[in-house]
């Protein structure tokens, strides 16, 4: 376990040595035979519960389990928008929990995940969807979140980049101040190295291939490296929560689609305000190195590949030109494609299944790397106390059985409407 605490006079007496002699972030662990709760999938939500599992609830014994390398999925391929504007309680709840935890998760876990709270604006294209937008930031400010309805002249001071009109004049927009950006590979390994510091095993090169269960009840886990066994599995495994969920027999809600996003190549300072724009299906940020990142809607059909197709592509960049003209000349660095698991309504599934000892975090669809405090920690609760936390009570697979859908964007529970 790394006892390193990094600091200033940690980075300077390294400086002296060349930067040579720093310990590894975190131990190649080998796997035991039992373990008291095994999480599958090291990404950041998965990473994520077994730090909250170790660290608040005093779980020592506690493995994580990934078949490629830390962060290699939807962790690292992602906007890295963070954010809690959302309209329903339930939801606004819980992405707010995310956000409170993401202001002090780099001092939580000693590691710099480079939360920037630049500011989230959405923009507002007709009246209509600027009444639309006042009624959230309404809804928003009665559940204690900030929010800020801002006219096209002020949109104009704040974002004097946004140039552009066309079919899609900007008439406002509403703006969450604290929203932002944070850095997706210091968040992976942010947590790894804290989950490690409390004594977690963390696996990699490990592919889960079964579940065994035994009268009903979760007994381990058939790997790549071997049976493990445990009475508590949780599953935080992104796109293919469905997969990993029928190796238990449990069949989920759920679809899985390719999501990509794209960056250019770096310029100068530009855009200091995360911009995104629901009409035409647009976001758009500056990375610390200059890059525009920008990503747009889900490829039309369901897919496990972590690639997209050129059609995708092409609408993201006319969503860029139709708003912001001046990034015409700007030239594509790299684009790349993550696996998101849609839900039948829109909002994730965290808790319980329908197998003793069986847990999941997923369904996030274009939420989840936003949560990724609040998913670890509420279902580490769940874990541990074998019953949800009142913030993912809402968020059970029974809803879609029971009708209590908590349906964001109006959907409905059915595919063929979404």
Not at 178 to 186: K, S
């Amino acid at each position: 376990m790394s006892s390193t605490r990094y600091s200033l006079y940690a980075l300077a007496r390294n400086a002296l040595t060349g930067h040579r002699h720093w310990p590894p972030a975190w131990r190649k662990a080998a796997p035991r035979r039992e373990y008291q709760a095994v999480i599958i999938g090291g990404g950041g939500h998965g990473l994520a519960t077994a730090y909250y599992l170790a660290k608040e609830h005093r779980i020592k014994s506690v493995a994580v389990l990934e078949k490629g390398w830390l962060g290699g999925g939807n962790t690292g391929r992602n906007t890295t928008i963070v954010r809690s504007n959302y309209h329903l309680a339930p939801n606004a709840h819980l992405y707010e929990f995310s956000m409170k935890l993401w202001e002090g998760l780099s001092r939580a876990l000693n590691f710099n995940v480079m939360y920037s709270a630049r500011g989230v604006l959405n923009l507002a294209h007709t009246p209509q969807e600027l009444d639309a937008f006042a009624r959230r930031g309404n809804a928003m400010r009665l559940n204690g979140i900030d929010a800020e309805l801002l006219s096209r002249d002020e949109i104009r001071r704040r974002v004097p980049r946004r140039d552009g009109a066309g079919r899609f004049p900007v008439v406002g927009g509403l703006l969450q101040p604290r929203g932002g950006t944070a850095r997706h590979d210091a968040v992976a390994w942010g947590y790894a190295r804290a989950a490690d510091a409390h004594g977690v095993d963390i696996i990699e090169r490990c592919e889960v291939t079964g579940i065994r269960v035994t009268n009903g009840a979760v007994a381990g886990v058939e790997t790549t490296q071997g049976f493990i066994a445990t009475q508590k599995l949780g599953i935080a495994v992104a796109g293919n929560s469905s997969r990993v969920a029928a190796m238990a027999g449990v069949r989920l809600p759920i679809e899985s689609h390719v999501l990509q996003a794209l960056v250019t190549e770096p310029v100068k300072p530009c855009l200091d305000t995360v911009v995104t724009s629901g009409a035409v299906h647009y976001y758009v940020s500056q990375s610390a190195k200059g890059e525009l990142v920008m990503g747009g809607d889900i490829d039309g059909y369901n897919s496990y590949a972590q690639r997209g197709n050129l059609p995708v592509i092409e609408h993201v960049a006319e969503a860029c030109l139709l708003l912001f003209p001046s990034f015409s000349r700007l030239r594509m660095l790299r684009s790349w494609g993550g696996i998101v698991d849609m839900s039948m309504d829109g909002s994730p599934i965290i808790g319980k299944l329908p197998v003793r000892g069986l847990y999941m975090t997923g369904g996030w669809c274009y939420g989840g790397f936003k949560a990724t405090p609040a998913s670890g920690f509420l279902l580490a609760h769940t874990m541990a106390h074998d019953a949800p936390h009142a913030l993912n009570a809402p968020f059970s697979l029974e809803r879609f059985a029971e009708g209590r859908l908590i349906d964001e964007r109006g959907a409905g529970a059915a595919p063929w409407l979404h």
